[in-house]
């Protein structure tokens, strides 16, 4: 394992216990660099939405590091939330404005954001994310791959320097699939720093530059993406087969997407 | 569409400022409780044109019509055991109907957004955090009421596809259902409060005001107006 401590995101040994005996994150280390992506994949129930809970400030930490930018953030959890984004596996909870539009403004309100300047950064984030046509529709009527656009919006506006993606392909279609898939390509194009939590790792595995297996709460795996996409078949992490060989980096399902 | 969830739709209800259609909802209601059976019928009839006039789907909506049925059939009961009196228990009945209608009114036209910052606003003339807590409080309530008819909804449409009979062991069955639906509810709740911490939100941060323009107080006028000389002369 290569923890970097001067990257963007440094964690090293965090243990969350949400206030019981059983500890869901133990002696978890590693590192992001800033403009990169890392895939961040276990088992249902490894604690990989706890993980990014945690590292958010939504739920409390036992112990542990967390530095950003190479400043000790770990007692700071507020200022956690408000430089880490993250956006929900359920999309129907996350999204609160009864229009797009107003969903993107819910966020620039709460941290106090001129109206001119939000504006300005509304017009920006749906232009990147193409959801400028439905700025003015009601969420709830859109489809699935659309409501994860509009939630990841909904946090773009605000500027973050970090962002979570937890189970962003869960109950998508194929075409809503390929539009998460091109949303995080297009934010790495811009220089966004990215965690994707997810256990379906041949989706977007290819457009990772590192990749982490939780098991059970430890890290089992560490690395560059391609080197370690070995060893997550050993870990329960399904990875399509070819003539029952799991398929390897460069034959990746979706990687041309 | 399940029901009390915001169309945004260009009518000329939808077009009228939040603080019109709040004081209309709120004169109806008050008047509607006692006044003579012929203002209730009226105000009733008058709500179901509006209803139709702003193409609201009633089919889509009449799934859930259960619960207000069930609310419906305790109301009036126990209204006729108690009194005796059929054309009471029919306003009774007019104006519970009419209650439902004006708040589907106000709610498919209304962004629930835009009736919190209208309330909290008018409210922190007053006292600001008193206002705008009221304005969270109103904001986050209307938040679940879709949720939870959502959540109703998939309840019923997946117990449906397993072959369920709500009119066997009722009981059971209600019990069961009703408990389903708090434990769906109180999960999306946690989550809802995850997604506005991680948002940053903060309950008493400061609300737009709506402008009111000359078009809505006219409307708020003369509405106002003729709704209190039908409640004086009928």
């Known amino acids: ?27 978890v280390s590693f590192s992001i660099a800033k403009g990169n992506t890392l895939l961040l994949c276990g088992k249902n129930g490894s604690g990989k939405s706890v993980l990014l809970r945690g590292l958010k400030g939504l739920i409390p930490i036992d112990g542990g590091s967390i530095f950003l930018d190479g400043i000790d953030l770990s007692r700071k959890p507020k200022i956690r939330n408000k430089d880490i984004a993250l956006v929900f596996q359920d999309t129907d909870t ?18 106090g954001i001129k109206k001119d300047e939000s504006e300005s950064r509304i017009e920006e984030v749906a232009s990147l994310l193409s959801i400028s046509s439905l700025l003015h529709k009601n969420p709830m009527n859109l489809s699935g791959g659309e409501k994860r656009r509009v939630a990841l919006g909904g946090v773009l506006v605000m500027k973050p320097r970090i962002i979570f993606l937890d189970e962003p392909f869960a109950n998508l279609d194929y075409p809503g699939i390929i539009q998460v ?12 720093t990215i965690i994707i939590a997810t256990h379906e790792i ?24 391609k080197e370690t996409l070995t060893q997550a078949e050993n870990n329960g992490i399904h990875i399509p087969t070819i003539n029952n060989k799991p398929i390897g980096f460069e034959e990746l399902t979706w990687r041309k997407m | 569409m399940n029901i009390f969830h915001y169309r945004d739709i260009d009518t000329p209800l939808h077009n009228l400022a939040p603080i019109t259609k709040i004081i209309l909802t709120l004169v109806i209601s008050s008047l509607i409780i006692k006044s003579s059976i012929i203002f209730t019928s009226s105000i009733a009839v008058t709500l179901f044109l509006l209803l139709i006039l702003i193409k ?7 799934k859930e019509g259960i619960y207000f049925f069930f609310l419906l059939s305790v109301i009036s009961i126990s209204h006729y055991i108690s009194s005796e009196n059929i054309v009471g228990t029919i306003q009774i009945t007019l104006a519970f109907i009419s ?3 004006v708040s589907v009114i106000l709610i498919d036209t209304t962004a629930f957004n835009d009736i919190a910052s209208t ?27 879709p949720l939870f008819f ?12 397993r072959g369920q009979k709500m009119n066997r062991h009722v009981i059971r069955n209600v019990v069961e259902y009703v408990s389903a639906l708090f434990a769906i509810t109180f999960i999306k709740v946690e989550h809802l409060e995850l997604a506005l911490k991680a948002r940053l939100f903060d309950p008493d941060r400061e609300r737009e005001f709506i402008r009111v323009r000359k078009k809505d107080l006219f409307v708020l006028l003369v509405a106002t107006f003729l709704i209190i000389i039908l409640y004086l002369t009928l």
Do not use: W
């Open chain 1, 1 to 27: 394992m290569h923890i970097v401590k001067n990257n963007m995101l440094s964690v090293e040994n965090l243990n969350i216990s949400l206030g019981g005996n059983k500890e869901i994150v133990k002696e």
């Open chain 1, 94 to 111: 996350q999204i609160v404005g009864q229009t797009v539009y107003k969903d993107l403004m819910f966020g620039l309100n709460n941290i």
């Open chain 1, 181 to 192: 898939i091109d949303s995080i390509v297009t934010l790495q194009k811009e220089g966004a």
């Open chain 1, 202 to 225: 041949e989706k977007i595995a290819y457009h990772c530059d590192s990749l982490l297996i939780l098991d059970k709460g430890e890290v089992v795996a560490f690395g560059k993406t």
């Open chain 2, 56 to 62: 609201v789907p009633l089919r889509n909506y009449a």
């Open chain 2, 99 to 101: 209650m439902i209608m």
């Open chain 2, 119 to 145: 309330i909290g606003s008018f409210l922190s003339i007053i006292s600001p955090k008193l206002g705008y807590r009221i304005a969270t409080t109103i904001e986050l309530t209307l938040h679940m009421i």
């Open chain 2, 150 to 161: 959502d959540s109703a909804s998939e309840l019923r449409t997946a117990r449906k596809a």
